[in-house]
């Protein structure tokens, strides 16, 4: 097959998003496909660009990835250095590209790339894609709207309220929730912008920060345990991991700096207890009508209560990343799942001829 991997875009998660692109293309040359490697909002040369050969020479033209740093990108210093300065999302020639193709892989992570905007107009263009539509993305990117969907089908799930920039009452007392909380962007990712907040000053500076990334914000009870996810595909559910950062809780720089977390696949819990959390995750897929792939993430208690926080539409596929963790207990290696992937999402396409 012509793969375009689509990596990059404007999110907070564009670093991460180059990494699992890189391995994700790497990983589909070696079963054998054609694949060039694209950074969605940079494009690929100058427009008008004649790319209608562009698969004969694909590792030619695919972008050479970078480490991830350990903090977030400066977005406006990103935009400034398209050559165009447009304010269209898709670089040059991207979408020209993305028709050639067989099938785009997304490896994309955060706001427009799992918010379902990219899957509606790919819809509209005809694009064949991996993972989720556009309804189901939409969902589960906003937390808020999750977590309704989560109680509407019986999933544990913290209690939370949303908060509005615009909002001038910013006071808990009345509102249900309680000291200590977790701060986060509504619809962030990587845990970009959240904080676990002790005391009313902590809370006021946390929603500087969450505000900082997006307008609207989820304030939930801070759940004291231990953080697992799982991963589904295609409705069945991988095994259970766990991830225990060295330091702190499982924010951005836990999550891909090499050595800061312990990760356990499969997670050393009781039997019954991963069947549970399963379960649990398999139920998030279908409330938020997800397909293809997904990843859960949950939070355990002492007492052996869960709690599901919330769904991943195109989780990481990076050296540190969980999903692949996940497969490889299960016995397929990283080629492997991302043929899966392919194989997944090119039977809905054709499902519906």
Sequence with gaps: MDIAVLAGGLSAERDVSFQTGDMVAKALRQNGHRVVLLDVF??????????????????????????????????????????????????????????????????LHGEDGENGKIQAAFDLFGIRYTGSGYFGSALAMDKGMSKMLFEKAGIPTPKGIRMNKKETDRDLKDR????????????????????????????????????????????EDYIAGREFSVGVIDGKALPVIEMAPKEGFYDYKNKYKAGSTVETCPAVIPEDTAKRM???????????????????????????????????????MTKT?????????????FPALCEKVIEISWKKYEDTV
């Design 42 to 107: 940079m494009g690929y040369g100058e427009e008008e660009k004649d790319v209608s050969d562009l698969f004969s020479h694909s590792e030619e033209a695919s972008i050479v990835v970078e480490g991830i740093s350990e903090s977030a990108p400066d977005i406006a210093k990103i935009k400034s250095l398209r050559k165009d300065q447009s304010d269209c999302f898709f670089g040059p020639n991207v979408i020209s590209i993305c028709r050639q193709s067989d099938i785009v892989f997304l490896a």
């Design 176 to 219: 249900g929730v309680s000291l200590p909380c977790v701060v986060k962007p509504c619809c962030g990712g990587s845990s970009v912008g959240v904080s676990i907040v002790q005391t009313e000053e902590e809370f006021t500076k946390a929603l500087e920060e969450a505000f900082y990334w997006e307008d609207e914000v989820l304030v």
């Design 278 to 316: 399963q379960k649990f995750a398999v139920s998030a897929v279908k409330a938020l009508g997800l397909f293809t792939y997904a990843r859960m993430d949950f939070l355990l208690q002492k007492s052996g209560e869960l709690f599901c926080l919330e769904a991943n539409t195109l989780p990481g």
């Design 321 to 333: 990343s969980l999903l692949p963790q996940e497969a490889q207990a299960a016995g397929m290696d």
